[in-house]
């Protein structure tokens, strides 16, 4: 069954780094989506990105956060200067169409910001 | 703006029985509802989902119900096993919504009693 795979698996970095979390979303999928997740908090969506710009935001998602599909089949999320509060787990999601459509979530990358 | 709640957090139920997690919405304009289940390390998966269009969807020992009028709606497993031991996260979102922005519940941390 075709999936969405995410790298790394788990980031540890310290505050003022910029960190790249990685994903490679389902081949014939055309929309691509990050969440994330603090311990213990809802899921919560970052960003919704189609035909090489982004369609949705959320609050969350500030200068400090941009998304990327530089080729093909990667598509990244990069924080510019992390923060103690960007400690989340962060998934990637691809889906066929856009809209309320059935989203394929990767397994998800934990980062741990010191 | 927009939210989901569910209830409960956590739900210990004994093999054979019965689970029901409940959500409620507040966005009037929702009109998807996914469910998703999440094991341990994995990503969420869609499990079922539900279209304001019908009351109730079945998928083998697994319901979801809908209330429009009351702004909630329910998962029903039947029959739980052990491998039903996950937890669950309610979400809605609007079919017009083309950044596929999804609003997720708490979660809910199923444990089945062998």
């Known amino acids: 069954e075709p999936e969405v795979t995410q790298t790394p698996s788990h980031q540890v970095t310290q505050m003022g780094q910029e960190v790249i979390l990685r994903c490679v979303p389902i081949?014939?999928?055309?929309?691509f989506y990050w969440y994330r997740q603090i311990l213990g908090q809802k899921v919560e969506f970052l960003v919704s990105?189609?035909?090489?710009?982004?369609?949705?935001k959320s609050e969350i998602f500030d200068d400090q956060f941009s998304v990327e599909r530089p080729d093909g089949s990667n598509f990244t999320l990069k924080i510019r200067s992390t923060k103690l509060e960007d400690s989340a787990m962060y998934f990637c999601?691809?889906?066929?169409?856009?809209?309320?459509?059935?989203?394929?979530f990767g397994a998800g990358s934990r980062l741990t910001v010191l | 703006g927009e939210n989901v709640e569910q209830h409960p957090s956590t739900l210990s139920v004994q093999e054979g029985d019965s689970a029901v997690i409940k959500c409620t919405y507040s966005?009037?304009?929702?009109?998807?509802f996914p469910w998703y289940k999440q094991e341990l390390g994995k990503g969420p998966q869609l499990i079922i989902d539900?279209?304001?269009?019908?009351g109730e969807k079945k998928d083998q020992r697994i319901a979801v119900t809908l209330n429009k009028t009351a702004k909630h709606f329910s998962l029903h497993i039947t029959e739980t096993q052990p491998e039903d031991s996950a937890v669950y996260f309610c979400?809605?979102?609007?079919?017009?919504?083309?950044?596929?922005?999804?609003?997720f519940g708490q979660g809910t941390e199923l444990s089945v009693k062998p």
């Open positions: 999601a691809s889906s066929e169409r856009g809209g309320a459509n059935v989203l394929t």
């Open positions: 081949s014939n999928h055309l929309y």
């Open positions: 990105f189609y035909n090489n710009e982004i369609s949705e």
């Open positions: 966005d009037s304009a929702s009109n998807y």
């Open positions: 539900i279209r304001s269009n019908v």
């Open positions: 979400a809605a979102s609007t079919l017009y919504n083309q950044g596929g922005k999804l609003i």
